[in-house]
């Protein structure tokens, strides 16, 4: 792998993880409002899910664990 597309990868991973905070956020917020869309809040949480296994599928590319 070389460095641009370590620092590709690197730069993929932020912005993944930041959106899956913005998720979290998002979560947070329609279910503290009584009424809120209970299919709309399943779509976030599978999308968050979603989110959560590339990001570790682009950790274990960054950051193999290799046993010696």
Do not use: N, Y
Not at 43 to 67: A, T, W
């Amino acid at each position: 792998m070389t460095t641009d597309d370590e620092r590709e990868l690197k730069t993929l991973l932020e912005r993944l993880r930041q959106e899956h905070r913005d998720l979290d956020v998002a979560i947070e917020a329609l279910t503290s409002v009584s009424g809120s869309d209970v299919l709309q809040v399943q779509r976030l949480k599978k999308r968050k899910l979603q989110l959560k296994d590339r990001i570790s599928h682009l950790e274990d590319q960054l950051f193999p664990d290799i046993i010696a």
